[in-house]
């Protein structure tokens, strides 16, 4: 089975999804979200669609599902809730792991290394606060000469609120990606996003909800091997997972 077939339940932002998708590789009979106890879903499009983890969900969990519909500002010290006890390290998984540890106050520009590069199954997950007068937030993703992945809101682009996304290679801008159906962040507010990465490009969520899709435009994703963080923000926390 290829990765398309694998992720052809995976949902993209709205509510067409397969119920009978699985996670590449296989997986268990209840699977979950790191730092999760019980069947989380990745999260949903704007609409609220309630996009499935891959292989469905018990018509009755437990628990209530990861993200809500309309998801709302996180509350202080972090989103979602902040359980007890350390943050959780990255679980078992195809790729490497990184050590994981609580951070504060992190320096902006937050740059970091990745020495494998990207891959399959990496989740990386940037917390923080926008600034009250912000213009501008960028994450790079970048090989040593490349920008392969530029997510770049910006607060004020002739009166509207956009989210721009491009690769920059050997010095040359490609074609802009901007449609959203939402803005996800407020000056002077709290976020959480996430960026994961599959073998066809990368997911991002902000605060619980499926954002954006971008596939890749620069490969061996092994050179993608750069992290960087700039502008109007606040952070409080970096991490870099690799999924089960």
């Avoid at 500002?73 to 979602?80: I, K, S, T």
């Avoid at 990386?124 to 920008?147: Q, S, Y």
């Avoid at 619980?208 to 700039?230: A, C, E, F, G």
Wanted: a positive charge; aromatic letters at 8%; hydrophobic letters at 30%.
């Amino acid at each position: 089975m290829n990765l398309e077939e694998a992720l052809d339940g995976w949902p993209s932002g709205g509510s067409n999804q397969s119920a009978g998708g699985v996670w590449p590789g296989g997986q268990p009979a209840n699977p979950t979200w790191p730092g999760q106890t019980s069947n989380p879903t990745w999260p949903s499009g704007p609409s609220g669609g309630g996009g499935a983890w891959p292989g469905g969900n018990p018509s009755q969990p437990t628990h209530p599902t990861w993200p809500s519909p309309s998801p709302q500002p996180p509350p202080p010290g972090g989103w979602p809730n902040p359980s007890p006890g350390p943050t959780p390290g990255p679980g078992p998984g195809p790729g490497p792991s990184f050590p994981v540890s609580p951070q504060q106050n992190l320096v902006v520009p937050y740059k970091q290394n990745l020495p494998h590069g990207v891959y399959e199954k990496m989740l990386i997950t940037i917390a923080g606060t926008i600034h009250p007068k912000a213009e501008r937030i960028t994450v790079n993703l970048a090989t040593d000469r490349d920008i392969a992945f530029h997510f770049n809101p910006r607060f004020n682009e002739a009166g509207r609120q956009v989210v721009v996304r491009n690769s920059c290679v050997d010095g040359r801008w490609g074609k802009e990606e901007r449609q959203v159906e939402r803005f996800p962040f407020s000056r002077g507010q709290q976020f959480e996003m996430k960026i994961m990465v599959t073998n066809a490009g990368f997911k991002v969520a902000v605060n619980n909800s499926h954002l954006v899709d971008y596939q890749h435009r620069i490969t061996p994703l092994r050179t993608i091997n750069k992290l960087s963080i700039y502008y109007d923000l606040t952070l409080s926390r970096v991490t870099v997972e690799t999924l089960p």
